[in-house]
């Protein structure tokens, strides 16, 4: 037992150093500058505003190039996150103010005019990050005011920008970049354009600890309404805990706990009496279910996103993704899961040698494959898209091969492992009671008792319990909220693990007091369309 506990704290602590390294820094690595010390400024991506999703990297679009345009190297999480840092044409010097500083003088071209102005016709906006901290602005500007027809719209670029950072002692606390409304390109006109690129920069002094300078980019989710809403959230679903707590206590007690009395003083009297309902099927409850290879496979891979799952709640409550921390999140669910693969391949090969069965190495292959082979031909596909698109959501070959590594030398053999380990556990399945040589017949069944309409009702009391709190997850899974709630969050998944679990007890019940032996693959799916309703909101 001793020897768990110091393998799990070793996991966690791994987990968390993997992610802190995530983090991208300044080239001055304790954020400390003396006056002209050359600050890193970034120039990240641009996209249409309403879709940020969609992005593309800075100099796609006819911006001044440099001569050699300087990539950041990024860790794995940011490139998955379609980071694509590159060093910025602005110059800001710490602690050196700039009234109008020339980038470039350029000379549009038709195509770049267009280009531009679809950009613009789009709501296109720009991200940057200044010493880790990150900043937005619109490229332009259209005038449709009074005007029917799209073709007399009028499209104005944005060529100043003004930068406003605020300091204390020798460290940066904030950034806003302004773009001046009077410093505008006409766009309108399919013709060559002369642009002069210019910006300006105005250094203030400010109180705010450097340790705080993160907290505005979390403040918006943790407003006194917004709290209020959450909080209103988890009364929701805890009323909806009780009612589900009381509905399955009074199954039990009344129900359930007589005839076990019944039939642990009296055997004789029960077997003189003719049994009705779910006891009447108690010689074909633990009856194995069909294709128990695949159930065993899938148990494995729920148990391992499980595990996922608390282990990633685990580093949210201890701050690890704190706002804007690039890439965190992507690689510790990378890392996580290569990790944990060892959990699925012990569950499922234990919970398939219980169940009597011979090819575990199948059963090994199927487990490692239901999660990753789905995954895999959904990202061949999406992939391809992105890559047909320019867009920075495609991955660069060698973050392909570094994960494909990762799946070979560390996910596959610790899922072999753990198979191994399951197999020579030696767990039997011990039934309650005796199954019988032949199945009953299943009597026909009402269409309201059938898989489909109890799935569905099983779906929508978990996401009925946590449909406001998803609201907020898909504001800034599709959206440009961040969500920093996690303790609350963390609640709410609590919640759902209670409300599923219980739905999912008191439909299995009815099933069985309907005299429906097949039990096993409906249980799974009953726990499972939650997901399935989730997936369909998002």
């Given amino acids: 037992m001793e020897k768990k506990k110091k393998i799990t704290v070793s996991l966690v602590g791994t987990i968390v150093i993997l992610c802190s390294l995530t983090h991208v820094r300044s080239d ?65 010097e710490f602690l050196k103010d700039k009234e109008s500083e020339t980038v470039c003088q350029k000379k549009l071209k038709q195509e770049d005019v267009s280009q531009f102005r679809a950009a613009v016709s789009k709501d296109y906006y720009f991200q940057m990050y200044y010493d880790d901290l990150p900043l937005w602005g619109f490229l332009g500007k259209f005038d449709k005011e009074g005007k029917d027809d799209p073709n007399e719209y009028k499209y104005y670029l944005f060529k100043h920008l003004h930068f406003e950072i605020f300091y204390n002692k020798d460290r940066v606390i904030e950034i806003t970049v302004k773009s001046d409304q009077d410093a505008l390109v006409d766009l309108s006109e399919d013709k060559e354009v002369n642009v002069e690129f210019t910006y300006s920069v105005k250094w203030k002094d400010t109180d705010i600890s450097f340790e705080k300078r993160m907290e505005k980019y979390s403040q918006s989710s943790s407003l006194p309404h917004h709290l209020e809403i959450h909080w209103f959230s988890i009364i929701n679903s805890c009323v909806t805990v009780v009612l589900l707590t009381g509905f399955l206590a009074t199954i039990l007690m009344r129900v359930l706990k007589n005839d076990f009395v019944k039939y642990a003083h009296d055997e004789e009297a029960a077997d003189d009496q003719e049994e009705t309902g779910w006891k009447y099927i108690h010689g074909d409850v633990f009856r194995y279910p069909k294709y128990r290879s695949l159930f065993a496979a899938a148990l494995g891979s729920g148990t391992q996103l499980f595990t996922l799952a608390t282990f990633i709640f685990l580093l949210a409550l201890v701050g690890v993704f704190y706002p804007y921390n690039r890439g965190a999140l992507f690689t510790a669910l990378v890392v996580i899961y290569a990790l944990t693969s060892g959990i699925a391949g012990y569950t499922a090969a234990s919970f398939y040698c219980q169940l009597e069965g011979n090819n575990w190495v199948r059963n ?68 309650p009671c005796r199954t019988a040589k032949f199945p009953r017949e299943i009597p026909p069944l009402p269409w309201y008792r059938r898989t489909l309409p109890q799935m569905a009702m099983a779906g929508f009391l978990p996401f009925s319990a946590i449909y406001i709190e998803l609201y907020y997850i898909f504001a800034s899974v599709w959206g440009h909220r961040i969500y920093t709630i996690y303790s609350i969050l963390f609640i709410v998944f609590i919640i759902l693990l209670i409300v599923t679990a219980f739905i999912t007890m008191a439909l299995t019940y009815f099933q069985l007091a309907a005299e429906d032996h097949e039990w096993w693959w409906r249980y799974y799916f009953l726990s499972q369309l939650s997901d399935i309703v989730f997936f369909h909101r998002a």
Avoid: M
């Fill in 364 to 431: 090994l292959l199927l487990t490692g494959s239901l999660f990753c082979g789905p995954l895999f031909f959904t990202f061949c596909f999406l992939n391809t898209v992105a890559i047909g698109y320019s867009s920075t959501a495609a991955l660069p070959f060698g973050t392909i091969v570094v994960i494909f590594l990762i799946w070979t030398l560390v996910t596959s053999p610790l899922l072999v492992l753990g198979g191994i380990a399951g197999k020579n556990s030696k767990a039997e399945f011990q039934a």
């Fill in 28 to 92: 001055a690595s304790d954020h400390r500058y003396k006056e002209n010390d050359d600050v890193p400024l970034y120039a990240n991506k641009v996209g249409p505003f309403h879709n940020p999703s969609e992005t593309y990297r800075y100099f796609d679009l006819p911006f001044c190039l440099p001569v050699h345009v300087q990539e950041k190297k990024e860790a794995l999480g940011e490139v998955l996150n379609g980071d694509r840092l590159v060093v910025a044409p602005y110059k800001l």
